[in-house]
């Protein structure tokens, strides 16, 4: 890739377009080995920009003018004070709901302008996706109003109060740490109030400033926080303090770790190494098997997923939870930064960036100490000293990744603790000719086509343009998920070939402003609110959706699709085995993978049938 324009591509736009679909997956999944998404290497240096810039740097000056033990000219100050956990967490929180976090640029779908998120959520009649709008009284309906921009502006002030707020000292702090500060229990009610009440009248937010992770700092923050700034507090209770902080980033690397097991994640590390800028050409090949002819996963990608993945993601935090020695305590969060530092270089789609760098960046201050005297085994869980509050942190932690893991499609795969596991509720969109177009209809949405058209400084040709929103596709199809799609599309359409394909997380990020992975986003509700404004045919969008797969370590577990028509609704149900999935080219070559279906709406026909056999035909036959 250039620093400007994107690297050649493998042939000219309008001679690819003219290939039929599985050719085109052919060639954009072996391009993707060693280009990747193949994005100007300027859009990386604008990502590195706001990650050091805008978030780092910007977030550490924001706590060195409200503290007074924190100095931006002295970065030893940045690690041994606790009030640097509190203030960059709001910080992130806050640049995550504007927009200018993980959701911001082309690596998540927003090409021009670069930024959603509020630019969306401040302007009523654009949709929004209330979690439970048939139970939940005062939540009804789709659409976004003035009490909804008005309440998204409360949660944008509930996020700078926290921040501007000048430090507290702590009365008490052990022995050999040095003098420390919070912020004011009082300063996370307001948040606390409003960003449930947002969430219940739209999920898409409440996600969006990555909810599970930030308001649990900021609940135990308020609750303990209280406790240690009173009169009466003793060291004791920071201790406390520090190490429910700790169970809660524990928890969330530990529970990201368990949702690695099983056969999905080994399919998200090669396509995540070959979009990384970094990386020599033989590198990235070396994670596939024989590119470009077999695109499994490689031995060394086994080796990166399940031993420098997901063992060092659960093994790691679970030492240093129980760990009372400093020096193994700092080798952990060395370690532990060293992971982040990793996955930042590579740029994953949907760049979680910020998060990293905070994660990192936090590990180093729990672990590494307080001060000249600071010892691990103060700061250890085994020294918790009021043990009746460990039930509540541990239940309310744990909560989501549990129920999520057991029922994904209660859950979103956020508060699942199932990010970039490969595991995820996925779908891909097929529209007729015209019918992407219809989609500038809605309120505020402008379609990738047309964005890409505009892109400065090289702007997009037409072709150009669905050359590259096809890219994403093709990623979709080098996961594991994105063959059981595609599988499923092969079966229903006999017109495949002339119809637009998206993927779908880019298409929720056009219309709902935010998606961060998660198919809860683009799932049928989504689509009966397209329905409900274009009004559109049978067969005139059809998505292949699927949903997380349960204990995904359970190999025998199958993972459930369905098939949504926007003027029909949901049409067919069905599962497959991933297995059969992940054993797969991305490109099909021996044609869709084997669906069990479990149920089609009445009178409903598939469209499609391939030489003269019946769907049934052939599902006998397998």
Not at 37 to 46: A, C, E
Not at 139 to 147: H, L, P, W
Not at 334 to 359: C, G, K
Request: charged share 15%; aromatic share 10%.
């Amino acid at each position: 890739m250039g620093f400007f324009t994107p690297a050649p591509e493998p042939m000219p736009a309008a001679e690819l377009l003219a290939l039929p679909l599985r050719d085109r997956l052919r060639v954009l999944t072996t391009t993707w080995v060693t280009e990747g998404f193949n994005t100007p290497r300027m859009l990386h240096v604008v990502y590195v920009l706001k990650m050091f810039g805008l978030y780092f740097a910007v977030g550490l000056a924001i706590t060195s003018w409200t503290s007074s033990t924190v100095a931006f000219t002295d970065p030893a100050t940045w690690f041994t004070h606790i009030i640097t956990y509190q203030k960059l967490a709001v910080w992130l929180m806050l640049l995550e709901v504007i927009g200018l976090a993980g959701a911001f640029g082309p690596l998540c779908g927003h090409f021009v302008p670069m930024l959603g998120n509020i630019r969306y959520w401040i302007r009523p009649g654009t949709i929004r996706m209330a979690p439970w709008a048939r139970k939940v009284p005062l939540t009804g309906g789709d659409e976004r109003t003035v009490f909804d921009v008005v309440l998204f502006l409360a949660v944008l002030a509930a996020l700078v109060f926290p921040l501007v707020v000048d430090a507290a000292p702590v009365p008490h702090v052990p022995v050999g740490t040095t003098a420390q500060e919070l912020i004011p229990a009082y300063a996370f009610i307001p948040i606390l109030v409003v960003m449930p009440l947002m969430g219940l009248r739209d999920k898409v937010i409440f996600l969006a400033a990555r909810s599970e992770q930030y308001l649990p700092i900021m609940l135990w923050s308020a609750i303990l926080g209280a406790v240690v700034l009173r009169g009466g507090s003793t060291a004791a209770d920071f201790v406390d303090l520090v190490i429910v902080f700790k169970i809660i980033i524990v928890v969330v690397w530990v529970g990201a770790g368990v949702s690695k097991l099983g056969e999905h994640f080994i399919n998200v590390i090669p396509p995540m190494i070959s979009n990384s800028p970094g990386q020599p050409d033989f590198l990235k090949k070396a994670h596939y098997r024989d590119a470009p002819t077999d695109l499994r996963p490689s031995r060394l990608a086994w080796f990166m997923a399940h031993v420098a993945g997901t063992t060092v993601e659960i093994v790691i935090p679970l030492v240093l939870l129980l760990v009372t020695n400093s020096a193994v305590a700092m080798i952990g969060a060395v370690v532990i930064l060293a992971f982040h530092i990793f996955i930042t270089s590579t740029f994953p789609l949907a760049v979680p960036l910020e998060w990293n760098v905070y994660f990192g960046y936090i590990a180093i201050v729990l672990w590494g100490g307080f001060g000249d005297g600071f010892d691990a085994s103060t700061y250890g869980i085994w020294n918790f000293h009021h043990g009746w509050i460990l039930v509540p942190v541990f239940a309310l932690a744990l909560f989501g990744p549990i129920l999520g893991n057991l029922r994904p499609d209660l859950v979103s795969f956020l508060p699942s603790m199932r990010q970039y596991a490969g595991n995820w509720a996925s779908a891909v969109w097929a529209m007729r000719p015209g019918i992407e177009e219809r989609l500038n209809e809605l309120p505020l949405v402008e379609n990738q086509i047309d964005q890409l058209q505009r892109m400065a400084p090289t702007p997009y040709s037409r072709d150009d343009a669905e050359m590259m929103l096809q890219k994403a596709v093709c990623w979709r199809s080098m996961h594991s998920q994105g063959r059981g799609l595609l599988s499923a599309m092969y079966e229903h359409l006999d017109d495949i070939e002339s119809r637009t394909m998206r993927e779908g997380e880019f298409m929720c990020n056009t219309i709902l402003g935010w998606n961060f992975g998660d198919g809860h986003m683009h799932d049928e509700r989504l689509i009966a609110a397209i329905q409900n404004r274009l009004g559109l045919e049978p067969g005139d969008l059809v998505v292949a959706y699927c949903e997380s797969q349960a204990t995904p370590w359970k190999v025998s577990t199958p993972q459930r699709y369905r098939v949504i028509d926007a003027a029909l609704g949901v049409v067919e149900r069905g599962t497959w085995q991933v297995s059969d999935c992940v054993g797969e080219q991305p490109w099909l070559p021996n044609g869709p993978v084997p669906l069990d279906v479990s149920w089609n709406a009445p009178g409903f026909v598939r469209q499609h049938t391939l030489t003269g056999r019946t769907v049934d035909d052939r599902m006998m036959e397998r």
